[in-house]
Nanobody, 125 residues
């Protein structure tokens, strides 16, 4: 049974940093991992994604709103994907979810097969 467990959320002041982790278990670490977020009253939106298949180049994809501030990375030995978030803004406040797709990377949440429970990120002004 595939399980994704996020951690690392919290409360931070604007301009600060957080690193989210997503540990995967129950399957071979391949395909693509994505980070998505949902703020109160808003639709879920894409944040970042990358391939996690070992032989792939690990190309990364970002939403325009986080490009240059967030970095997605992976540790295949630990079956874990990270989201380093720097220069955080109040508009980054949301529940952040990691998701696994057993196929190539896309930026569409509906393409992802498994989801974590989410972790709250709150950025104060």
């Amino acid at each position: 049974q595939v399980q994704l467990v996020e951690s690392g959320g919290g409360l931070v002041q604007a301009g600060g940093s957080l690193r989210l982790s997503c540990a995967a278990s129950g399957h071979t670490f391949r395909g693509a991992m994505g980070w998505f977020r949902q703020a109160p009253g808003k639709e879920r939106e894409f944040v970042a994604a990358m391939s996690i298949t070992n032989w792939s180049g690990g190309s990364t994809y970002y939403a325009d709103s986080v490009k240059g501030r967030f970095t997605i990375s992976r540790d295949n030995a630990k079956n874990t994907v990270y989201l380093q978030m720097n220069s955080l803004k109040p508009e980054d406040t949301a529940v952040y979810y990691c998701a696994l797709r057993l196929d190539v990377v896309t930026m569409m949440g509906s393409d992802y097969n498994y989801w974590g429970q989410g972790t709250q990120v709150t950025v104060s002004s």
